[in-house]
């Protein structure tokens, strides 16, 4: 049974950092392309960062425009853990945010919601201005 657990979240002033940490257990991150996507109350789930497994497609990493030079994703595979580092935070980063993953078939980073198998019960993050 695949499971995902994300940690790491909290409240942070604007300009702050946080570092998010997704576990895995039931599937191997290497071989698994890998996303973090976020949720504000009222608004749809939307991409955040995704990063491809290493052995098959490289770790290649694309992001939203949104989060690009602020957010960095990276995966841990002696932890079997894939992490995003938030620096530079700001009060529209507030949002629950969620771990996926997604078998890795070749088709290069993954971005929409339904490209991916597995979630997260998510972790919150609040940005204060």
């Known amino acids: 049974q695949v499971q995902l657990v994300e940690s790491g979240g909290g409240l942070v002033q604007a300009g702050g950092s946080l570092r998010l940490s997704c576990a895995a257990s039931g599937l191997t991150f290497s071989v698994y392309s890998a996303g973090w996507f976020r949720q504000a109350p009222g608004k749809e789930r939307e991409f955040v960062a995704t990063?491809?497994?290493?052995?098959?497609?490289?770790?290649?990493?694309d992001y939203a425009d949104s989060v690009k030079g602020r957010f960095t994703i990276s995966r841990d595979t002696a932890k079997n853990t894939v992490s995003l580092q938030m620096n530079s935070l700001k009060p529209e980063d507030t949002a629950t945010y969620f771990c996926a993953a997604a078998p890795d078939r070749g088709r290069g980073p993954l971005r929409l919601t339904q490209d991916y198998n597995y979630w997260g019960q998510g972790t919150q993050v609040t940005v204060s201005s």
């Open positions: 990063i491809t497994s290493t052995i098959r497609s490289g770790g290649r990493t």
